[in-house]
């Protein structure tokens, strides 16, 4: 169902009234109710299959292993005589060896099937390319499998609340009912945020009183998402799809390629922390806060900070799942014993971190997508986050021996500058059909560099024209002016939320009217397609 349509706003106006209206100990069970029918409407009865076996694979995974730790504790406390402790680290670890089977086994079933679904034709497509040229005439079927609406969305959610079950740091749901709702919450399921078990599932379960002020920066933020959704990111698209899309066809070079891409993302900015805002402003409506999953990305003053700024949820699963675990795993800690002697305790200790963040960089490539682009776009973030962790120390001694204020205006400003920079380059990879697509833009980007394309109006022939092209600047000035109040800490929606009822309703209206008298809403305009709901 699409958050931009009228189904939406009915469906979400009956879920809202009966929410508040039947008595509160029910409230979880609508929440469930409309997610259910949410995520079949959306996805369609085969694709409720797959989100159902997650829920059901995870939630008696949990239990099983909660049993276990639980008969542990017995054993423990109801021995004959004190254990010595050899016994209790044996006995822990016949525990945590027991644990750790239901672990892999269900990690393995959901991880494969998303690797099935989401893969199989990438690899399959690989490998008929490299043994058709060993023995010509040899392919493998072409697999075409149906890909559950949010399945990366839901699957990474529910696999976090499995390994802290396994790690001990929450206790397994024990209402099956309950835990549905956590993996299939329906405001979240299109693309995120990826919620933690521990933050998120008592909000879901709670009992909520209708609060007025709460409701009004719900619904600010709303209004906000739909306007970065349709008036900034349809509009930036236009020129996106002009000259990304149309990049081989029509011949562009230069300054015009590296815009297309700048301007892709902003695209990217506008869908997906648009979609976020409405996420969270529906979540607002509950009574429910959910994780930020964006906090002024382009204010980032290296790209280390980017990553923590942009989709931040899944930096956090990635960085406790997957960076943590492999940066202090035995392996690791050998890698880095070994290195500390052969070339020093800085770099010794610094490499295998780099490794781990190249790893993980990695991973957050793949997880976007089943091409080599995206294999090239996470070692290029990868590569780049750990020169900033490796060469740290010369950074500094180069900026004291350039006598470099850091806390200065002109420095922070070139570092954001650099930063976008650097992260629009990546993107060449995240936009282009390809990677030899993406290599090829960036070769025509540098080597036919032609900063006249600024003055010629040839711009303006790209699908928007000047005025249009106007309306796009302006309304990426509002943006940019929301975003440096908000980095400051004042935060504009709870300021507007606590104003007189005069001046709410004319923002409201004046909202209401920019979005719809400035949405782009032409050909090829789709409400249901968010960019990452793809993902």
């Known amino acids: 169902m699409p958050l931009f349509s009228i189904r939406f706003f009915i469906f979400l106006v009956i879920t809202f009234i009966l929410y508040y209206t039947l ?33 059901l694979t995870t939630f008696y995974g949990a239990r099983r292993m909660d049993d276990i730790a639980a008969a542990h504790a017995a054993a423990l406390k109801n021995a004959d005589k004190p254990l010595d402790r050899e016994a209790k680290k044996a006995l822990k670890a016949k525990m945590m060896d027991r644990k750790k089977r239901v672990l892999r086994l269900v990690l393995l079933l959901n991880f494969g099937i998303l690797a099935v679904l989401k893969y199989s034709s990438f690899v399959v497509g690989n490998v008929n390319a490299v043994a058709g040229r060993i023995a010509p005439g040899f392919a493998i079927p072409q697999p075409r499998f149906l890909l559950p609406l949010g399945i990366s969305f839901y699957t990474f959610q529910t696999m976090g609340y499995l390994i802290d079950v396994y790690r001990g740091t929450v206790k397994a749901d024990r209402n099956l009912f309950q835990f549905a709702l956590f993996g299939s919450y329906f405001p979240q399921i299109l693309q995120g945020p990826i919620g933690q078990y521990g933050a998120l599932a008592p909000q879901l379960y709670a009992e909520h009183t209708f609060d007025p002020v709460r409701f009004r920066k719900g619904f600010l933020r ?24 149309g990049f081989d066809a029509g011949n562009y070079r230069g300054l015009t390629v590296f815009l297309g891409v700048f301007f892709y993302g902003i695209q990217m900015y506008g869908d997906f922390s648009g979609g976020i ?41 990635m960085e406790t799942y997957i960076f943590y675990p492999v940066a202090l795993s035995k392996t690791f800690s050998k890698m880095q014993k070994f290195l500390r002697a052969k070339i020093g305790p800085y770099y010794g200790k610094t490499l295998p971190t780099c490794l781990a963040s190249v790893i993980v960089f990695l991973t957050v490539g793949i997880w976007h997508g089943a091409a080599w682009k995206y294999v090239c776009f996470g070692l290029y973030h990868g590569i780049l986050v750990s020169a900033d962790t490796l060469f ?99 935060i504009c929606r709870d ?23 400035f949405g782009v809403y032409g050909p090829g305009f789709d409400v249901s397609t968010f960019i990452y709901q793809g993902f």
């Open 23 to 55: 008595p509160k100990r029910f409230q979880w069970m609508v929440l469930l109710s409309s997610s259910i029918v949410f995520y079949y409407l959306g996805g369609g009865l085969k694709a409720g299959v797959f989100i159902t076996t997650t829920i």
């Open 392 to 490: 740290a120390k010369q950074f500094e001694s180069s900026r004291k021996f350039l006598h470099i204020d850091v806390d200065s205006f002109s420095w922070r400003l070139f570092q954001m500058i650099r930063t976008t920079f650097l992260i629009t380059i990546g993107r060449y990879f995240d936009c282009a059909i390809s990677a030899g697509t993406a290599f090829r833009m960036l070769l025509t980007t540098f080597r036919d560099f032609d900063p006249g394309v600024l003055f010629d109006g040839s711009l303006l022939t790209l699908g928007l024209d000047g005025r249009q092209f106007l309306i796009l600047l302006f309304t990426l000035l509002i943006l940019l002016t929301v975003d440096i109040i908000n980095y400051r800490g004042t």
């Open 222 to 245: 709303i209004l906000w998402g739909y306007f970065k959704y349709v008036v900034i990111a349809e509009r930036a698209g236009i020129l996106v799809k002009a000259i990304v899309d």
């Open 277 to 317: 805002d409405i996420v969270l402003g529906v979540s607002d409506l509950f009574g429910i806060t959910m994780m930020e999953n964006f906090i002024q990305p382009f204010m980032a003053r290296s790209v280390s900070e980017f990553w923590q700024r942009w989709h931040e949820s899944l930096g956090h699963w």
């Open 495 to 517: 300021v507007f939320a606590v104003q007189g009822i005069v001046f709410r309703w004319l923002l409201y209206l004046a909202a209401i009217f920019v979005i719809m008298r």
